[in-house]
């Protein structure tokens, strides 16, 4: 057989829904709905749709690049995890929500092996959801909010009151979740709360179950400090403060913002007058901190964050 023709005929095959079916998940990683798969199957019966004008269609769909800056985000963290790199200096396009930075961030520091907490991970990225699945750790997922996902154990529960033992924890992963906790969630069915103290209430309860040794990843939005309802901003100083005063040890910290030409470490960053959204679909500022259940004597150290800021400072490794 003709390789080109195999491949012709291959394309071909089988029915037109299992096609349908197949592309979906593959380019936009999700079942058609009901409407999309009617209308596609209809035209591929009468001939007014050709598979390649589908794919082509699927592929060029807004929807499309999301799973791409997403598919992006997952690779680069989790190859570097391989390496044994932890990222930093990433950088990221223009137009994107923080996760593009925080995943590859966080992923690139997941432990190898053990039991790592995910806390509030129900409205979590499914292709970052399937990477803590692929990535081989045990993971159980803490929320308040209800979701099954396979592979991970699932715990219904308030981060400030967890029904874990002390120190049973190797790792723990915050991604934008933080800044969440004790406000207004209603938008993620819970009730609406305003206890700004909830904060530190969590970091303390997390600081509990993790294992002497063991490490809590932290990313929250950065800017002009102030309570929003469905979230709390703040500036550098103000979560190392919230972090340290948990009795947290910050180990290693990184801030990120959205500039013109996409995401960029900004080790300066000023907050004054940023605000959530003002610079793009959602952060503008994110702020990367991987924290450890601290020694009294090393929290006394004030200038943890300008040490660690200087250590950091080498030319730009740039995102393919
Ligand atoms: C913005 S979402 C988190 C985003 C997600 N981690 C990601 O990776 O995209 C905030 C989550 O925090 C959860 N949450 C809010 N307050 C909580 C609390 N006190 N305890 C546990 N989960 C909480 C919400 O149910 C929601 O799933």
């Not at 913002?257 to 500022?285: C, H, I, K, M």
Request: net charge negative; proline share 5%.
């Amino acid at each position: 057989m003709d390789s080109r023709v195999g491949a012709e005929l291959c394309a071909q095959a089988g029915e037109d829904e299992a096609f349908v079916e197949r592309a979906f998940r593959d380019v936009l990683r999700r079942p058609p709905d009901d409407e999309a798969r009617a209308r596609a199957l209809e035209k591929l019966a009468d001939g007014t749709l050709s598979r390649a004008t589908f794919l082509h269609e699927l592929v060029n769909a807004p929807e499309a690049t999301r799973v791409r800056e997403l598919d992006d985000a997952v690779a680069l963290g989790l190859a570097a995890r391989a390496r044994g790199e932890r990222l930093s200096w990433l950088q990221a396009p223009a137009g994107t929500d923080e996760r593009v930075v925080e995943i590859p961030w966080v992923l690139s520091r997941l432990l190898a092996s053990g039991r790592v907490l995910e806390v509030g991970y129900a409205y979590a990225e499914p292709a970052y959801l399937g990477a803590l699945v692929r990535a081989a750790v045990e993971v159980v997922g803490v929320d308040l909010a209800e979701r099954d996902v396979e592979g991970i154990e699932r715990v219904v529960a308030d981060v400030r009151s967890l029904p874990l033992d002390d120190a049973s924890v190797d790792q723990v992963l915050l991604v934008s979740t933080l800044e969440h906790v004790g406000a207004d969630n209603t938008g993620y069915g819970l009730p609406a709360e305003s206890d700004p103290g909830s904060r530190a209430d969590a970091l303390r309860e997390l600081r509990r179950v993790l294992r002497p040794g063991g490490r809590l990843l932290v990313t929250v939005p950065l800017g002009e400090p102030g309570d929003h309802g469905w979230y709390r901003l703040d500036d550098v100083a103000g979560w190392t403060h919230l972090f340290t005063s948990a009795g947290l040890f910050l180990e290693e910290q990184e801030a990120y913002e959205l500039t013109e030409d996409g995401w960029r470490a900004a080790p300066s960053f000023r907050a004054e007058g940023v605000g959530y959204g003002d610079r793009g679909p959602a952060a503008s500022a994110v702020l990367c901190t991987e924290l450890s259940p601290g020694r009294f004597r090393r929290l006394m150290t004030p200038d943890g964050l300008v040490r660690t800021v200087k250590r950091r400072a080498r030319p730009l490794r740039h995102r393919s």
